[in-house]
């Protein structure tokens, strides 16, 4: 896997702007807060914590973890509270999905299929073959 900076171009925080990887392709559909039992936390980090530890059970089922995701896109229902809880977003990401940072977008929604969701996260994740494993 390569991450792709432009020359000239300052190095993104908590994202990089592209990334080049080979392998088979595992994609992740929307996950959203919730625990198995369908029951939300109140709170917009504990709720991001649960959307990404949902992403890596899914993942998981492919032999695949948080090293493995190439892209993220979430969907948030209020761009304030996010920006407002930046630390904590930070700090719930690097628990959970490790040092690994893809290409990423946030996008501002006015709701999602769940009323009372804050964050619905896709991912795309790479597993590289075993000759790219081996370099």
């Known amino acids: 896997m390569k991450h792709l900076l432009p020359q000239g171009w300052s190095r993104p925080s908590g994202y990089s702007n592209g990334i080049l990887a080979s392998g088979q392709q595992v994609h992740v559909a929307g996950m959203i807060g919730w625990n198995e039992k369908g029951e939300f936390p109140d709170d917009f980090v504990e709720q991001l914590e649960q959307t ?3 992403t890596v ?7 695949a973890g948080p090293e493995h995701v190439v892209r993220m896109t979430w969907y948030v229902t209020d761009l304030e509270n996010y920006r407002n809880n930046l630390p904590g ?5 690097r628990d959970v999905m ?11 929604v006015t709701g999602l ?3 009372n969701a804050m964050i619905e996260i ?3 994740a790479i597993i590289p ?4 494993r081996a370099r």
């Open 113 to 115: 299929v769940e009323p």
């Open 122 to 124: 896709e991912s795309t």
């Open 89 to 93: 977003i930070g700090r719930t990401y």
């Open 129 to 132: 073959r075993a000759v790219d």
């Open 98 to 108: 490790g040092k690994n940072f893809p290409a990423m977008a946030v996008v501002g």
């Open 57 to 63: 059970a899914v993942l998981a089922e492919a032999d």
């Open 52 to 54: 990404l530890r949902n």
